[in-house]
Every structure is written in C-alpha cells, then in structure tokens.
C-alpha cells in the first residue's frame, strides 16, 4: 500500500512553496507540513530571479500610492484594485520577515538599502542582493525549513493529478460548485512508482509554464503543471493569454534552455537598447524609453528586428562605470564574459524570450481555488494583482504575500476538516512502457515550435487558428500515449506543456482586442472587454 498521510501538502519549493510552509509552521508546530519539488528543492524560478522584490521601502520618497498607480498601469486597467491593495501594503512586513529570515539585500555606504529602479517604476524600490536576489531568498527559506521538525520536503517527486470526486467515480464539471480535493497522486521518481498522498489541505505552487515556448528565462521545471492539473480537475483558470516576455535575454547564437536573462536592473542602472548599429529607438515607441513596462519595451524591440531583419538588438552598457557595473551584476558580467562578450566594450546581443505567466489558478484574496481544500500560491496563480502585464519585480512578492494569507487561512479552518478515507491507489492496469521516447521529445519540440510563431509576442486571427489546429492534434495524439503508457515524468510534462499551449491559445483567441501582453494585429485597439473563467 503506497498511501501516505498529512495535514497540509504543498507542491512546489519556490518562495510560494517554501513561506507558506514557514509561516504555516511558525503558527501551528503540531501540524505536519509536507513540500514536494519535482527535482532537487532548489530548483525553481525563485532561484534565478535577479534583479529583486518590489516593496516600498524608503518613505522619504515612495509611498504606496505610488506603487499601487505602477502596478495599475503596468496591468492596463485590468488589476484588481483590492489585490493590489493587499500586496502593496502587506509586501514591506513580508519583505522585513525575509530579512528576519535570514535573506541579505544589498546596502549602499550609509548601510541603507540599496534600492534600484526597474521598467515602469516611478521609484527606486526593488530591493536585491546583487543580480542574485532569488538564489539568496530561496537559501534562505530553504535553510529557515531546516529548523522546523514538522517541515518534511520531498524531492525528485512529480505530482501528476490531484485526487477529487472524480477519482471516486463520480462524474466532475467545470459548473459544479462543490469540487473537493483529498490529496494529489505522486510518481515517485526514484522507482517510478505512483503514491497516493492524501491531505487535509492542499496548496499548488508549481510556478510558471515558460517551457512552451522555445526561448524562455524559465528554468527546465516550469511546465505549467499545477495550471494543467487544475485544468483537469476542472478548476477554474483565467487570463492565460497574458504571457509576458521579457525585452532583454542574452542572444546566445548557440541556443541554450533556459534563456539566460539580462536583467531590467541594468537598464535601471542605465543601460540603453540600441539597434545593432548603434541607433536608440524606444524614443519611437514610449517617453519612458529603456525603462518603459516590459510588454511595450518587448513589441518595440520585435517590431525593429522584424523590420530590420535581424536577430537581436543591443544593450549599451559601455558607457557605464566598470567597477560599479561588475559589482552589480556579477552574474551577468561573467555570463557575457563566458561567450566572448566584454560588456564594458561591446554592446550585449539581447532579444525577447518568454518569461512569466500573469494568468493561471484562479484565486481569492485568501489563495483559496474554486476547488474545496485546494489553495494555489505563487506563479501558477492568477490573484489579479498583474492585470494584463506584471510590473518587474512583483512576483517574488506575491508569492510571498499570498502565502502568509494562506497560512492564516489555513490557521482558521483546517481543525474542522477530516482526511478522506476510501480514496483508490493510482490504476496503471492497461499501460506499457514507452518504445519510443522520440514520441514524447519531437512532440515537445512541436508545441514550443507552435507557440512560437503563432502564440508569440504579436497574434492574429489566422495564427491562432493555425496554432489551435496543430494543437489539436498534438493532444489526440498524446492523450492516446498516456492512455497506454507507463508513465515517465517526460510523457506528463508534455501532456502539461499541450494544455497550457491549448489555454493559452484559447484566451488569446477569445480576447478581442489588444491590451498589455496580448497584442493582435486583428484587434489593434484596446476595448471594454471582459473575458471570463475558461470553460
Ligand atoms: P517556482 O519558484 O517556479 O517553484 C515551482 C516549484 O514547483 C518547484 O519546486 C518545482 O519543482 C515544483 N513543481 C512544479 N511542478 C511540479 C510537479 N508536477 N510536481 C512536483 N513539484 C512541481 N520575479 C521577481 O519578482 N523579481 C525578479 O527579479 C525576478 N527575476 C526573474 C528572473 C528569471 C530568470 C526568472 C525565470 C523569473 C524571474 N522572476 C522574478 C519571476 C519569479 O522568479 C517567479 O515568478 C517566482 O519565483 C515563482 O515562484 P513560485 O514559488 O510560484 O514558483
Ligand atoms: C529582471 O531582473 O529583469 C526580472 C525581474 C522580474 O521578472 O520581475
């Protein structure tokens, strides 16, 4: 018997995953509080993000207010102003419990921190340990979970589905009210075996789903798994069509997944983009030039190598201090370095490259899903805080606003809710091992190669048309592999790749017009639209 038991399971080991546990556990050391992560614990986004967390910090010269109107305008009147609110004036108490924590920012000479500036702020405000805030903040929680007995992490473990009515035999719609979630089926990936892991309370926070597209910051990880599985269980997902891509990763000739990203702290920092020839050209595009918000910086740059015919355009840090520049951006000065770019004499090679989902799991101001017992947390979510477009440097602080609301969530309700006994083992009757995993690895190539000449940057009608037909087929030709196969964590990746590619396409296709990341050359225009949960 393959059936464990817990009080609380939390997928994913981000900095959603990993403060929800920690403030779970601070509250309610009887509880037992188990975290899984699909491959080592700290293999996250969380751990790559460089240029920090957004917080309004120095009160001589910022104020909420200020923040708040960022992050509107960013989202082009598509936040929830409530959202907003919360995660503004929460996020300097989360930000000071990270310091507390353990987590190092940056100081300046008078011991202050060191704020920098990124796209779309009006003020200095992103506080950040070097271009390495995320590997600092993901150590940090990491090591503060250490210290908890009730915290057990589980690694090299994948969720495939999480348990519901439906795995008891009844019959689950997207219009029914009262989904419940008794746990989530995990495939052991040291055996290969499925586990059942039955909780009180669940949480998703299984980040992102940049890998359907072919270049992407987003580390190997980010399949869209918990979108995908909360899709199947017929919960509630919205605005997937906002996919953000970031203006600046470096253009490696050589490909390489992930994308290596050039953060926009330098061009807070003063770096200037420039046509390869050495042309400035944001002027054309928005009065905040370099540092206009991301969606406007990344058409810009995919309109001038569009009509340029080229393949990147160029970062001019030349002008910059060398000294300053290198003691910033450590990481980046030597990753340039590493492909015989100088920064400090030659302009760095930059082009889009996908980089963060502002839909996903639809969420209450609580991080409660449509679903009973099931919270999402984190990337994998859409609470409303981005609207249309997210502001740089507000994930990381959603994540960690949102899990201290779960928390105290949790707090307040989990004494009343009992495990569900009689739940089914995982059924693999029927199922062989894969002859051919070149299936599952063209098939992937497929979907990124889709994604990315149809569902991109710029959309249209015809493209999205041609990229839902392709997909179409894709899934029938999946669906039947996963009916008949043993599972392997490739097959399910994949099968997670193609919904998030389908919901993607299926909210860019429903939008009618043109708004923050989703442009279509269709519906140029932006225009009272609303565009509900996806069915
Ligand atoms: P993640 O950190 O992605 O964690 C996901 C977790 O879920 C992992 O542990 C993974 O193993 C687990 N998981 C996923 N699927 C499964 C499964 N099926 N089974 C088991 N486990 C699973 N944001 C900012 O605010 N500031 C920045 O400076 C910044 N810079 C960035 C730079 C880069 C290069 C990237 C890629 C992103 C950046 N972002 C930044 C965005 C930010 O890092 C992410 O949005 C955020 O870290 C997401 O955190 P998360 O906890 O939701 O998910
Ligand atoms: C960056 O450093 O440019 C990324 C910041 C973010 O994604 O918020």
Not at 51 to 71: P, R
Not at 379 to 406: C, M
Request: hydrophobic share 35%; proline share 3%; with cysteine.
């Amino acid at each position: 018997m393959s059936v464990y038991k817990t009080d609380v399971l939390i997928i994913g080991t981000g900095i959603a995953g990993l403060s929800t546990a920690i403030q779970l556990a601070i509250r309610r050391p009887d509880l037992k509080i188990s975290l899984v992560s699909k491959s080592v614990k700290e293999e996250t986004n969380t751990r790559y993000a460089q240029g920090g967390i957004a917080a309004v910090w120095d009160l001589g010269e910022d104020d909420s207010s200020k923040h708040i109107a960022d992050t509107k305008d960013a989202g082009d009147d598509l936040c929830d102003p409530q959202i907003v609110d919360i995660v503004v004036n929460e996020g300097p108490e989360r930000v000071r419990e990270l310091i507390e924590w353990g987590t190092r920012f940056d100081k300046d000479q008078k011991n202050e921190y060191d704020l920098a500036m990124e796209g779309g702020h009006s003020e200095k405000r992103i506080l950040h340990y070097r271009d390495l805030t995320g590997a600092e903040i993901e150590r940090a929680l990491l090591e503060k979970c250490v210290g908890y007995k009730n915290i057990t992490i589980l690694e090299h473990y994948y969720a495939i589905d999480v348990i519901t009515q439906h795995h008891l035999g009844y019959t689950v719609t997207r219009v029914m009210n009262d989904i419940q979630c008794y746990g989530v089926y995990l495939l052991n990936l040291q055996n290969l075996m499925v586990e059942t892991h039955l909780a009180k309370l669940i949480v998703l926070a299984t980040g992102g789903a940049g890998q359907i597209y072919k270049a992407t910051t987003n580390p190997t990880i980010s399949t869209g798994d918990g979108i995908a599985m909360m899709y199947r269980a017929k919960g509630h997902v919205e605005n997937m069509e906002f996919v953000q891509f970031h203006p600046t990763s470096l253009f490696n000739p050589k490909g390489e997944n992930p994308s290596f990203l050039i953060s926009e702290a330098v061009r807070g920092f003063g770096g200037i983009l420039k046509t390869r020839d050495g042309k400035e050209f944001m002027h054309k595009y928005d009065d905040r030039l370099s540092l206009a918000p991301r969606d406007i910086v990344a058409r810009a740059i995919d309109s001038e190598m569009k009509a340029r015919g080229e393949d990147y355009v160029s970062l001019d840090c030349r002008h910059l201090d060398p000294q300053a520049f290198a003691a910033h951006f450590p990481t980046i000065y030597h990753k340039c370095l590493s492909i015989g770019i100088d920064p400090m004499q030659e302009m760095i090679p930059v082009v889009p490259a996908c980089h963060y989902f502002c839909g996903g799991i639809k969420v209450d101001a609580n991080g409660h899903t449509n679903i009973q017992n099931l919270y999402a947390c984190g990337e994998s979510t859409s609470t409303g805080l981005h609207g249309a477009n997210r502001l740089a440097s507000n994930s990381l602080l959603e994540g960690a606003v949102f899990a201290h609301r779960i928390a105290q969530d949790i707090v307040s309700t989990i004494d009343r809710i009992e495990l569900k006994p009689g739940i089914p083992e995982w059924d693999a009757r029927g199922t062989t091992d894969p002859k051919e995993m070149v299936l599952i690895t063209q098939s992937i190539k497929e979907l990124k190669e889709i994604m990315s000449y149809y569902v991109g940057i710029v959309r249209s009608n015809v493209r999205l048309k041609r990229a839902m037909d392709r997909l179409q087929l894709l899934y029938m030709e999946t669906e039947e592999l996963y009916n008949n196969t043993t599972l392997s964590p490739q097959l399910c990746e994949l099968r997670n790749l193609i919904t998030n590619g389908y919901l993607v396409t299926r909210s860019a296709s429903i939008r009618k017009e043109s708004r923050g990341l989703h442009f279509t050359t269709d519906f140029p225009d932006k225009h009272a639209f609303t565009q509900g949960t996806l069915l």
